[in-house]
């Protein structure tokens, strides 16, 4: 293990942190898509973590049905305040997006109650009854994409896109394949893996590559 010190400014850090990931994805043999590649990278810089670049799941164009979407000005609406805290605000407005999470609402709240829910999927509802064009960027909550499932299948509603990446045990697995398997367009990490973090990381560099 390295002990001697880099010698980087804080400006370079970041760019240090991307070279370091395309030498060690070259030292294990993997070469990425030049359209995903800014996504996949952005997640493994979030996280430290490799298996991003093969559990990441983009449907078919997603990526330019995205840029498309955000140059567009659509609402992103988060599952949790993590998630959005974690966009880059400056990029946001640079775009004229606005992003939204709804959890503290006291409508959510009583409705979670209500239907015996969580918050996160009561806050699809919310997202839902805004009657706009919406991209779920989703970090925690597999019930916020089982909502958003039941919505789509029901007729109800089809998300502009999912960003699907809630990390745990319980029904994280079935969600994802849930999103995947209705076509809506999406970014989905395969397995357990995934976080508030990585949600925030995917939204952010897709705002960069506009």
């Given at each position: 293990m390295k002990t001697e010190l880099e010698n980087v400014t804080p400006y370079e850090i970041e760019k240090r942190s991307m070279e370091?990931?395309?030498?060690e994805l070259c030292a294990i043999g993997i070469t990425l898509d030049k359209e995903k590649e800014p996504v996949i990278k952005r997640a493994i810089h979030a996280s430290a973590d490799f298996d991003y670049a093969q559990n990441l799941y983009f449907s078919e164009n997603v990526i330019q049905k995205a840029l498309e979407l955000l140059k567009n000005g659509t609402s992103i609406v988060t599952d949790t305040k993590m998630a959005l805290s974690g966009i880059n605000k400056k990029a946001l407005s640079r775009h004229g997006i606005k992003a939204y999470n709804f959890i503290d609402d006291e409508d959510v709240a009583a409705s979670a109650v209500w239907n015996n829910t969580t918050r996160s999927a009561a806050c699809i509802d919310k997202a839902v009854a805004m009657d706009t064009p919406v991209?779920?960027?989703?970090?925690?909550?597999?019930?916020?994409?089982?909502?958003?499932?039941?919505?789509?299948?029901?007729?109800?509603f089809k998300p502009a896109l999912v960003?699907?990446?809630p990390v745990g045990f319980v029904n994280v697995v079935q969600a994802k394949e849930l999103i995947i398997q209705t076509g809506i367009p999406c970014i989905i990490s395969r397995g357990r893996k995934g976080g508030s973090?990585?949600?925030?990381a995917i939204c952010n560099a897709l705002l960069y590559m506009l």
């Amino acid at each position: 293990m390295k002990t001697e010190l880099e010698n980087v400014t804080p400006y370079e850090i970041e760019k240090r942190s991307m070279e370091i990931i395309s030498q060690e994805l070259c030292a294990i043999g993997i070469t990425l898509d030049k359209e995903k590649e800014p996504v996949i990278k952005r997640a493994i810089h979030a996280s430290a973590d490799f298996d991003y670049a093969q559990n990441l799941y983009f449907s078919e164009n997603v990526i330019q049905k995205a840029l498309e979407l955000l140059k567009n000005g659509t609402s992103i609406v988060t599952d949790t305040k993590m998630a959005l805290s974690g966009i880059n605000k400056k990029a946001l407005s640079r775009h004229g997006i606005k992003a939204y999470n709804f959890i503290d609402d006291e409508d959510v709240a009583a409705s979670a109650v209500w239907n015996n829910t969580t918050r996160s999927a009561a806050c699809i509802d919310k997202a839902v009854a805004m009657d706009t064009p919406v991209i779920f960027v989703i970090g925690n909550a597999p019930t916020a994409l089982v909502r958003i499932y039941e919505l789509y299948n029901g007729g109800i509603f089809k998300p502009a896109l999912v960003i699907g990446v809630p990390v745990g045990f319980v029904n994280v697995v079935q969600a994802k394949e849930l999103i995947i398997q209705t076509g809506i367009p999406c970014i989905i990490s395969r397995g357990r893996k995934g976080g508030s973090n990585i949600a925030a990381a995917i939204c952010n560099a897709l705002l960069y590559m506009l």
